[in-house]
């Protein structure tokens, strides 16, 4: 609800694990939100596109959590 009441989104949120990443976005996804996750064990070049296609205003970076 509370994402739904901004007009455009560009939110960043933390967890402390790689599940919780995979769990949130699913969800997020299900609610037809826009989003990609982002954790250690992707190699750093995926990990700088999803950030840089954050920076643009993509949500998606090309890569599933």
Request: proline letters at 8%; glycine letters at 10%; charged letters at 20%.
């Amino acid at each position: 609800q509370t994402l739904r009441s901004i007009p455009s989104p560009p939110v960043l949120i933390f967890v402390n694990s790689i599940a919780a990443i995979e769990s949130l976005v699913a969800m997020l996804r299900q609610e037809q939100f826009h989003c990609c996750g982002i954790h250690s064990e992707y190699p750093q070049p995926v990990r700088t596109t999803i950030v840089r296609a954050f920076k643009e205003g993509g949500g998606e970076g090309g890569r599933e959590a």
